[in-house]
């Protein structure tokens, strides 16, 4: 049952950025489970993906999410023949260079806008051009990935936290935009895990020591891996999410629950 999960189902993992994205993960866990997968890139990051993309395999599409046309553009191509989306994986998250190194009060209104543009607005906008596509599907679902940091007070995570915050609720209530017409809106949420992004924001010896501390503390005795997350979000883009909407779905082996 589990390796036909996603048999014959299409779907669109937006924002992968290399092995160690999330993106990537999703992908792959989906196409193992009978899927066909697009996935998409930032132009900067094309030429080192394409490799990346045929050894999955995926498709792979250029998008930018502070440009409209090019978001319209990938659903477009995706819609080519009256084919349907069945589902859509939203990891998307772009932070500029140098702006988590700067304290919140120096981060300018720019710099913030983009941030969370790029992380909960491109939900927003990635649903409204998919949705005539999963109108097609007799089962529609959409996840976003998201993070503990939205709500927890993390180091050098500020704006990036204060986004994913956004995408949060951007999933309530794109939820209750699209649920009578049987698009179901849900994310994902995991303690940290060693993303290229992760990495980057908080540095790999912190990374390494939060992880280290979770596991110490969960219930489960483990950090949060990266197939962890990604059969969980392949649950969600699947028929056998039924009814289920406007959820965040944590994974972190209990680490949120408890106490000490």
Known sequence: MTARLLEGRRGL???????????????????ALGAEVAITCRAPRLAGLQTLAAGLPA??????????ASVAAVFEALGAHDRPLDFLVHTLVHVPEGVLERPLVDVTRGD???VLSSS??????????????LARSDAPRVVALTSACGHRMTPRYHVAGIA?????????????ALGREGILVNAVGASLIPTQGALRAVGAHNAEA???????RSATGRA???DEVADAVAFLCSPFARNVTGEILTIDGGFARAYL
């Not at 498709?59 to 409209?68: A, I, P, Y």
């Not at 909960?120 to 596509?133: D, G, I, T």
């Open 13 to 31: 993992v937006l924002g992968v950025s290399g092995v160690e994205s999330i993106g990537y993960h999703v992908a792959r866990t989906a196409i």
């Open 59 to 68: 498709s792979l599409h250029v998008l930018e999410v502070d440009d409209e």
């Open 112 to 114: 913030f806008e983009r």
């Open 120 to 133: 909960a607005w491109s939900l927003v906008a990635a649903c409204r051009e998919a949705r005539p596509l």
């Open 164 to 176: 994913k915050a956004a995408l949060e609720s951007a999933v309530l209530y794109l939820a209750m």
């Open 210 to 216: 939060t992880r280290a501390v979770q596991a110490r």
């Open 224 to 226: 949060v891996a990266f």
